[in-house]
């Protein structure tokens, strides 16, 4: 099931009683955080809300908790168990080479379907409907300020679209942006996302940066989010850039995805709404935007140039600091008339992001898979903000199986970051803290079972030795082997058996107990 915009997402949410409309009067300014935040803990995650009496912006409305409980997660991704994308995944992971004609013939509606993964670019669209080159002030939109100590107003939901100078290949990553005034906001693509490699890339091209250790260095500071001033020559040059707000819920969700950087998220979105992304050209930069979008920023940010962002209350529960980011310079504004502007806020834990997460490990399952077969489940509790712990059964088969998962795990993409992982064995269900919690205190020898290492840590990580470096644990909960240096008897787990629970059954009833 496609939407195919923004307002026939609202409207569906609506239709399934998920939308509260909201008509008092209220501010961009902390109110509409704490009345989502409050909202966002109560059963299951609340409505979305769409405010449409926001302080001081007439005529504009406010979407916000989108994506914010199980139920909306996968009616924003039309299904009706999350395990149906990681099985559609599957599938096409799975596939043979076709022997014969047969095969390839029942292969056909398979590829009829990938068809429907790439990205139309269409001549016109909504997103268009007023176009402003000169006449705009980024704080004509309803941005908030999310909470007290936060440096200012923050772009929280927006589609950051960029294009990789070696590839032609386009990103889309969910990067918040710190409005500094009518025309100029921080981008805050932290150093390890595709967006900052792709800035890097372009000071690579402009030759500012030679292959020097040193310059290196420099180059990584200069991306932003370096947590030190760049020394030295500054390049020059810049690189274009387009944001979109308010897109489908498909293609906002998909910024989110920790994709391989080759692949397009564009396509992503097709692949998870079935349908292909309408993108159109953009007036003043070399980029296509999604044809739908309710708004869309023009605009590039300079080689040469950073500036301090944050602090921004973040993920974690806790301010992330102020570092140095690229700005952003807008160069055109296009919307549509009466624009719904689309945002979040992120703060202790569960907020609209921890649904998203857990949409995320569902759906990256069967892809981990593809490198480490034995894992059987995974958990990242919402509590722990996804990268500070992951729990993850695996079947055993050798002697040292569960650190060869781990040092797998911290080579797999964003999930470098993952700070603790706990491995049980395959008969632990981890979706179960408590049982995750007996296993790992019963079965460790701390000493001999806790692995310790070092590497890149999340920038949000407040605790690190450095910004973005830190170390790691992986916790080996796993049944110990002789064939591991364990010679003790490993004792059985208490079950009662089933012919005594059968006749407790038949009986409980009389006992009067309940
Ligand atoms: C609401 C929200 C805000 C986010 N803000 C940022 C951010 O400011 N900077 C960042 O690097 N990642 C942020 N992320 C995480 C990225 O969107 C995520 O790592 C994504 O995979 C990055 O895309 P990329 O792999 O294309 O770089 C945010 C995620 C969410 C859900």
């Given at each position: 099931m496609a939407y195919d915009d923004l307002r026939d997402w609202i409207s569906a949410l609506d239709r399934a009683g998920e939308l509260k409309r909201i008509r008092a009067e209220v501010d961009p300014i902390l109110e509409i955080t704490e009345i989502t935040d409050r909202v966002s803990k109560s059963t299951n995650g609340g409505p979305a809300l769409l405010f449409e009496n926001v302080k001081g912006y007439r005529g504009w409305h406010v979407l916000i908790?989108?994506?914010?409980?199980a139920r909306r997660m996968k009616l924003a991704l039309g299904v009706d168990s999350l395990d149906e994308i990681a099985n559609r995944i599957h599938q096409f992971l799975d596939v043979k080479s076709p022997e014969g004609l047969l095969q390839k013939i029942k292969m056909l509606p398979m590829l009829a379907e990938m068809g429907k993964f790439f990205p139309k670019t269409v001549s016109r669209g909504p997103c268009k409907e007023v176009i402003r080159r000169d006449e705009f002030d980024l704080l004509n939109m309803p941005v908030l300020q999310c909470w007290p100590k936060d440096a200012g107003r923050f772009i929280t939901l927006p589609c950051v679209i960029t294009r990789d100078p070696k590839t032609g290949k386009r990103n889309v990553g969910m990067y918040r942006m710190q409005v500094y005034d009518a025309r100029t906001a921080g981008m805050h693509w932290q150093r390890q996302k595709v967006g900052a490699e792709h800035y890097r890339e372009r000071m690579r091209a402009a030759g500012s940066a030679s292959a020097s250790p040193a310059a290196a260095v420099d180059l990584m500071a200069r991306s932003g989010g370096g947590a030190i001033e760049p020394e030295g020559e500054r390049p020059q040059g810049k690189m274009e850039v387009a944001v979109a707000i308010g897109t489908e819920p498909a293609l906002t969700f998909a910024a989110v995805i920790p994709a391989p950087p080759d692949v397009e998220e564009f396509m992503i979105a097709g692949f998870l709404r079935q349908k292909p992304v309408e993108l159109v050209k953009c007036e003043t930069v070399d980029l296509e935007v999604p044809a739908t979008a309710e708004i869309v920023l023009e605009g590039y940010v300079n080689l040469d140039e950073l500036r301090t962002e944050g602090p921004f209350g973040d993920h974690t529960g806790f301010y992330s600091l102020e570092d140095l980011y690229p700005v952003f310079h807008v160069t055109c504004v296009t919307h549509r008339k009466s624009p719904i502007y689309a945002t979040t806020i992120v703060g202790k834990p569960p907020m609209e992001d921890a649904w998203m997460g857990k949409a995320i490990e569902r759906i990256f399952l069967p892809l981990m898979r593809v490198t480490l077969?034995?894992?059987?489940d995974v958990n990242l509790p919402v509590e722990a903000v996804f990268h500070n712990l992951m729990i993850v059964s695996i079947r055993k088969s050798y002697p040292g199986h569960a650190r060869k998962v781990m040092n797998g795990i911290w080579a797999m993409g964003q999930a470098m970051f993952t700070k603790c992982i706990v491995v049980v064995d395959e008969d632990c269900d981890v979706q179960n803290v408590r049982e995750v919690v007996l296993r790992v205190a019963n079965h460790i020898d701390p000493e001999r079972d806790i692995q310790f290492t070092l590497g890149p840590v999340d920038?949000?990580?407040?605790?690190?030795?450095?910004p973005n470096f830190g170390s790691k644990m992986g916790i080996d909960a796993t049944r110990k082997w002789p064939t591991e240096g364990f010679t003790r008897p490993w004792p059985e787990e208490i079950r009662m058996d089933e012919a005594t629970r059968q006749r407790v059954n038949a009986m409980w009833k009389k006992l009067g107990i309940e």
């Open positions: 908790n989108q994506f914010g409980s077969p034995e894992i059987v920038s949000l990580d407040h605790s690190s030795r450095l």
